[in-house]
């Protein structure tokens, strides 16, 4: 019998990132496992979407991105923003779909945020001093000096449409009724010191709609970019996942 086709990591990265935040990730699970990690439209290198920028609209990129491709067996990773796009993917139940990975994942109801910090936020877009800010907030553990400019630089890259389309419409989506029961293994990874949402958020908004006995592992202290600050963790607990899926 031929061999089944390799098993691919699809990383979906954080609002104001980009998918180079998970190059770290793919060299340490290389060669045994491959990873895709496009631009979600609007921020990094992508151009602005044909459509619009719902989470739906996302979706739609990420399974036109997996037919591009020709990904027969995969694994979705989603961070943060996402996670919750990762979380409508799965919904359709597209073929060749093995497994979910969350990371720090936005809920897939609307995501706790004070109007105070929302429109911080949208405030700060394009303003490298918030950028900076930004950055020294949401990270917890020391990374190197090459991965703090490069947080910074995505969050400059990313476009008004987008990162105001994220703020006001996108985090507020409530995707639950679409969810179902998702008929796949599921996992959460969880910093624990995250400043923007605690593992408890997770275990009460995220978990429940989730197969029943989903783990949601914690990385002490790490913050809210586990990427950057916890890639070997990450993709131990990745390779594991793969292992048990494939």
Known sequence: MPAPAPLTFVCLHYWAGSGREWQAIADLLA??????????????????????YSVAA??????????????????????????????????????????????????????????ADRHASLRAWGKPAEAEKTFRRILTRPVPAAAHAQVVADNLRATKAAWEAWMLHGSREDITARLGSLPIPCLIIAGGSDPIMSPSVHGLETLPHLPEGTPLEIIPGAG???????????AELLRAFGEMVR
């Open 31 to 52: 060669p045994e496992y491959q990873v895709l990690a496009p631009d979600l439209s609007g921020f990094g290198a992508a151009p602005p979407p044909t459509a619009d």
């Open 58 to 115: 996302y979706a739609d990129q990420i399974i036109g991105l997996v037919q591009e491709h020709k990904l027969t067996r995969y694994v979705l990773v989603g961070h943060s923003m996402g996670g919750k796009i990762a979380l409508a993917v799965a919904a359709r139940r597209p073929a060749g779909l093995l497994g979910l990975v969350l990371l720090n994942p936005s809920p897939p109801s609307p995501e706790p945020m004070t109007d």
């Open 224 to 234: 809210h970019l586990l990427p950057y600050e916890a890639p070997t963790e990450v």
